[in-house]
């Protein structure tokens, strides 16, 4: 006695290279649509962790969306030096003189001005000097800046903690930028999620940062070790275009607007417009395109056997069953093909990302996408099939048996 | 089984089938000739529920299988008609038991299979798929799916169209000693079929 079941398994198996171009093809697709649309949430993570109450980053000459990223999602970019009088220069309001002899008064339009000095990193995550103004932007006062340690203490992001399963008062040894020589240093805290780039970031006080940066051996010919990474402005908009014009045209450093540059960015990445998502949706198209495709084939070839089987006793429920259940079996198998596949790619992927980007490393949640393949397969197996089932149950069993 | 069609026509694009009046007792043996394209094919089809009419009726056993539901029909004809189709038609990706098989409905039909399967010389080729085996082989596989659930009326198509002497003769054997106390129609050209039937008509003299 047979079963649908056994019938969809039997017709799998022993149509083999046919079952197979299909399974490859739809976990293909799965796979291609699933790397896109992650790498689309990655993409948009890249704005969703971006700080949002800083208007203003000064880093080296380096581009915009290189000191954007860098500053603002720790990503290991923009690795040239700033000189330090110019951040003091605006962090204590006093005139900004240049060579040329124009002079501006930087108590005008700053607000907060907040050095960040890249020291070096634990694992991927970037370890940041700065200092209590930090906090303050993150609207931390009391708590972060009462534990900031005075020693070589760090506090350390949420999802650092979380990503490392850090504790306080574990050590934990950082690698320095210069020379990749190893120290060790103490979790004196750890900082509140704050659902930023900065949750994977170790911060230690500048003093320490300038201090590790002299034990490794760097020495700027001119500055010495007293220099910044990035240096972090709050202020007023109609501030922003003379000090730019000052800092651009008569400085080492490069000033951005972060809204500008993140514009920029979101034009670069493909994400305006949805761009993604709509190449995401097309490859999606094109999967089901070529599911039906070749399961219409498939059925052009099961119209006999489908009306056999009627002719000799067998319901339309059975043949629908036997149908249904195949496009299940293809789905399930593609689903599979395409979380193995998914999963190496998305780990080269990652890898790749991860070099200069912690976040991205941070992002796979497993299970869900596991669970997102296996709809997604067994959707478009069954949706591709869904008018050959049709018309499987609804065959001409005399013509099919006269002609076929 | 008796059969009872009358007023049928049918009409499909060129060709038309039409029988005013036409009956077979039950447990009748008959062999159908005819020339090809008289439509013995359809005639078969029409007893066997596989094409819907609607002019005429055909009553199986009292039945009116025009009256029947899709699902009522293929119920009736599952429990009742053991069907050997012209071109054989069996199931590509199944070996040649499972494609038998298909025909049982229950295990004590099933337990038949050993028996049925030597008398028609099959046994070595059970495991087999279809593509693998001879005409003549799955013929006789068709022959052994239409008599595995020992219907109470058989239709049969051209039973021995690909097949030696020996082997029709095994087959028309089979044939004739399963249907016994049971409906038989045979529709077809081979001259080594006619012995094995007293009642044989050409098929034009049943329609208008």
Redesign the interface.
Known sequence: ??NPIKMAW??LT??KLQSIVMIMSLAMALTGSGLLLRLYQISESRFNNMATNIQIVVGPKCGGIEILLGALNLEDRCQFALPLNLFETLKNGTDLRFEDGAVISSAQITKNVIPMLQVGHFQSSKVIATDESFFRILKLESSAIMNFPSDNGLLIGAKAAELYHLHTNENVEIELRNNNKKVSLKVAGILPEQSSGWDYGFFLRMESGWDLLRQSGYDHPIWHNKILSFFLIQMQEKGFLPLKSLINDRSVAQIIWVNEEKKNLEELSGSAGNLGLAIIVVILCLAGFSIFGMMSIRSEGLR??A??????????RFIFTWMILESVIIGLFSSTLAVVLEFISFAILKNMLSSTWLIPAHQSSGSFWILILFIQGIAFSLIGSASSILQLVRVS??QE??S? | MHIEVSQLNISMGDFSLQVPQWSLPSNSHLLFEGPSGSGKTTFLHLLAGLLPFQNGEIKISGVSIKNLSGHDLIQFRRKNCGIIFQKIHLLPHLTLIENILLGCQNAHQAKQIDKLTENLQLTHRLNHLPSTLSLGETQRAAVARALISEPSLLLADEPTSGLDDANAERVMQLLVSSARNKSLIVVSHDARVRKFFEQKIDFREILK
Not at chain 1, 307 to 316: D, K, R, S
């Open positions: 006695m047979i039997l017709h022993r149509k006999v056997s009306a056999t089987l009627e002719a000799i006793g067998f319901q339309h069993v005399h048996l006269k076929g």
